[in-house]
């Protein structure tokens, strides 16, 4: 099951019968030597009895939200300063009731987001720069705190990040720069538009839900953000109003037929809509009405503005506040510490000099001599123009080769992303004949703390090149 923060996680419920002498240790153990650990379900719960439909199947609906608790017997709690510092942490970032000083991080829910979350609390609990690899390799609360203790500490390397004054023009990030310079070559293209389309089904209040839009447009300056031309760089320009995109169209007329078919165009429309960054909105949202009580909110906004983890934000951020408005309450959402501008000038700041330099010299280390593109063996010549007229192809695993992945994983110390890398590498390797190939991958990119509750776009394509 899956609920909110936890993630998924694999829960047993159990009904005991009285003078069984069997209990919920006895059911672990049992499990333990039959099946892998990872299908040992990590959270109990017992019931007088399992809730049923009304045609007898149990209700997995009704089954109630378990307490993630280690069993009593493993649990060993803090003993010291350090210990009782990284385990508020990790029980902040799992979002689990007790972790034990051996508690393994990725046992109990970690991954590799989450880590990167309790890198960023390390730092700002220990003010010291710890790798994230560290916590791959010291996964536990105890191991962690041996490291620290071991490690030097002090002021961290990077500067802290802050609000700075709205005077002048504003910097882009690096990762909007690109962005920018690719508008700048084929404006209006639709590349880099994130689209999302919402199904909303129930009654639905449309005042309510523009009201909470807007409101979100006034929550996050980026999403007020333009980008112009001056003195020959670019720069942000974040506007105290923007006139934002919110349109109803109603197809409840329509044949069923001819209405499947304009809702499609109308996706198609609005994903690949062209932007213009110097005008704006960068944000257009579209409520189609396709019965009385049956709507698709289509959400577009342009990549300098957003990325995956933002439009999660996006959603969960606009159902509080719709939530508030329907019940006529005032809605309260946490303070932004920062807001992507202040991040932009952190990070012009920070990445300079020998900074800057020590970050370029290792990825020129990294990528001397790194093949300049994959050789696939494909039935039709790489164009020597990109044309994007690709397509995709969806295939669906086998619970079973899943599962094994997850056991590989477990058994090596690793994630699943790792296991399904290396996989991916290996035949792309054996495709084109190469020894070595260079797989981009993007990474989330939010490392520290105050920009986990920002939109914009942190997303960062990091090159993997294996032997």
Known sequence: REDGAEGKRLVGYVTLEEGAGVGVEEWREGLRRKLPEYMVPTAWVVLEALPVTANGKVDRRALPAPELKVAEEEWEGARTEEEKRLTRLFEEVLNVERVGVRGDFFELGGHSLLATQLVSRVREEFQVELPLRDIFEAPTVEALAERLSR??????????????????????????????????????????????????????????????????????????????????????????VCAQHFATIDLRALPEEQRAAEFD?????????????????????????????????????????????????????????????????????????????????????????????????YWKQQLAGAPRALELLTDRPRPAVQTFRGATCAISWSRNLWEGVQSLAQREGATPYMVLLTAYQVVLARNAGQEEVCVGSPIANRTRGETEGLLGFFVNTVVMRTQ
């Open 265 to 361: 165009r109308i996706l198609k429309s609005e994903a690949q809509g062209p932007f213009d960054l110097a005008r704006g909105p960068l944000l257009r949202t579209t409520l189609v009405r396709l019965a009385e009580q049956e709507h698709v909110l289509v959400l577009v906004m342009h990549h300098i503005v957003s990325d995956g983890w933002s439009m999660g934000i996006l959603m969960r951020e606009m159902a509080q506040l719709y939530a508030a408005f329907i019940q006529t309450r005032v809605p309260v959402l946490p303070e932004l510490p920062v807001q992507y501008a202040d991040y932009a000038v952190w990070q012009r700041g920070w990445l300079q000099g020998s900074a800057l330099e020590s970050q370029l010299n």
């Open 151 to 240: 490690g030097a500490k002090g002021k961290p390397k990077q500067p802290e990040l802050r609000r700075v004054e709205r005077t002048g023009g504003l910097p882009l990030s690096f990762a909007q720069q690109r962005l920018w310079f690719l508008d700048q070559l084929e404006p209006g293209s639709a590349f880099y538009n994130v689209p999302v389309a919402v199904r909303l089904s129930g009654a639905l209040d449309v005042e309510a839900l523009e009201r909470s839009f807007h409101a979100l447009v006034q929550r996050h300056e980026t999403l007020r953000t333009t980008f112009r031309e001056q003195s020959g760089s670019p720069t942000q320009v974040i506007h105290e």
